[in-house]
């Protein structure tokens, strides 16, 4: 979500004639895009605030700006703790801000602009994308979830669909234009339409949208397994161009910690889905993010993690230590178990996903798939580098000219996060 506003961000800014910069040293203009979902983010932009200051000194003109959920959550405060800010803005004041940046530039005055909800639809506004084959459609926005540990609902704001029809107009231009891949985005999919009167719900709108011809593959994320049935599945199996790879978020495994956070599901029912998938969709790959620490997980709770992921045997798993974020509820649960506990939790259930992640990939090895090729590998700059349906990172050698297509690969080689491919001819 953060990546699409910031292709949005750049889209405007260069429909006003910017120019991208590669080298942060020659910019005029510094635009941070913040992530707040665990005090880590907020983090890393004090650290870079931190090393821009100097610069800000040396070169006074630069225009320093901090937009997305940090901004949104911090407000005013980000001015005052950082004179070096020159302009705030919301995850809601995207569109103003060619507008903020011309004020600072004509006033001189440093600008702060936040909103509590969006008046205009952020998919309107011009893109910079990345990959002219790819493109992300955010099909709604904002989360009516309130998991008690997290930030997203307060600095996103209210779940909102972007009705169907739009939508599909939007996926047709874009496969006009070249893209061949789409990623639908929301911070829980299974739940699009639900505060649309009469529009499709989410397994139509994916039937829908796998009908458009020239669109060779759909993804989406985030699921909720909360919101997530045998209907997504089904029209999952019967598309080609549905991607069968399932991301879907357990967070815990133990039925209180999963109450303590408001997930709205229990323990039998995530393995209850994720054996629906594997029964109806054998290859498919499920992947997941988990939490350790949650402020009322003891080390019993911390086993029923281990037991899901044991059972279910994710493809991948991204793994998270709970960080506390200021305004969410679980803010009041007593946090007081030790930095040294968590940290063990945490080396033991990435010691375990790893090993099934290995075993998982291992068995691929033999297999061929199509793969669409996305950029050069970042571990080796002679190889290229793509993706299977599965959403399998694949590494194998490779003409450039083939970016942006798919092509068949046999895998010759696994490792725990990527497979090692070579070209079929
Ligand atoms: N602490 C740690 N991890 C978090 N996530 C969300 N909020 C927090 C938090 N306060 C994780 C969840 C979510 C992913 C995007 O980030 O696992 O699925
Ligand atoms: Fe946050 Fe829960 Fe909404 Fe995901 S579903 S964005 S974890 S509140």
């Known amino acids: 979500m953060n990546k ?27 635009v941070f895009n913040t992530c707040t ?7 890393r932009l004090f650290g870079q605030l931190g090393n821009l ?50 004020s600072r530039i004509l006033t001189g005055n440093r600008v702060i602009e936040l909103k509590n909800e969006s008046t205009y639809d952020i998919s309107c506004l011009p893109s910079s994308r990345e990959k002219s084959f790819s493109a992300w459609v955010s099909i709604m926005h904002g989360c009516n979830n309130f998991c008690s540990y997290c930030i997203v609902p307060y600095v996103r704001g209210r779940q909102s669909s ?7 107009k939007e996926v047709k231009n874009l496969v006009s234009s070249g893209v061949i891949e789409i990623t639908l985005l929301g911070q829980n999919v299974n739940s699009y339409g639900k505060d649309l009167a009469d529009d499709l719900n989410f397994p139509k709108l994916l039937k829908s949208l796998s009908e458009i011809s020239g669109l060779k593959r759909i993804r989406f994320i985030t699921s909720h397994p909360k919101d997530f049935n045998s209907e997504t599945i089904k029209v999952v199996a019967e598309s080609e161009r549905l991607c069968n790879h399932f991301h879907l978020p357990l967070q815990a495994g133990s039925n209180k910690v999963l109450k303590d956070m408001n997930r709205g599901y229990k323990k039998d029912k995530y393995l209850r889905l994720t054996e629906e998938i594997y029964n109806m969709i054998p290859d498919a790959s499920i992947t997941t993010d988990i939490m350790v620490g949650f402020p009322t997980e003891t080390e019993k709770d911390f086993l029923e993690t281990l037991d899901v992921v044991e059972k279910v045997k994710f493809d991948n798993a991204f793994t998270f230590i709970y960080s506390p974020r200021p305004g969410t509820k679980a803010i009041k649960f007593n946090n007081n178990f030790s930095h040294k506990e968590k940290m063990n939790r945490f080396k033991r259930l990435v010691e375990k996903q790893t090993s099934i992640s290995q075993m998982k990939n291992d068995r691929l090895i033999g297999k061929s798939f199509n793969v669409l090729v996305e950029d050069f590998s970042k571990k080796d700059k002679e190889m290229l ?29 696994a490792k725990a996060h990527y497979l090692i491919g070579k070209l079929k001819l």
Request: aromatic fraction near 8%; include cysteine.
């Open 4 to 30: 699409y506003d910031s292709e949005r961000i750049a889209g405007l800014l260069c429909k006003y004639k910017a120019q991208y910069e590669e080298n942060t040293q020659n910019a005029d203009v510094i």
């Open 37 to 43: 979902v665990r005090e880590s983010a907020d983090d």
């Open 53 to 102: 200051r100097g610069v800000k000194e040396e070169k006074p003109d630069l225009i320093i700006a901090v937009g997305g959920c940090l901004a949104q959550s911090y407000g005013e405060k980000l001015l005052l703790k950082f004179p070096q800010i020159d302009i705030v803005f919301g995850t809601h004041n995207i569109e103003r801000f060619p507008y903020l940046l011309k």
């Open 162 to 168: 972007r009705p169907s029809s739009q939508i599909i």
């Open 385 to 413: 580098m793509g993706r299977t349906k599965t959403n399998k990172i694949v590494n194998f050698n490779g003409d450039s000219n083939l970016i942006g297509r798919i092509v068949y690969v046999d895998i010759i080689s």
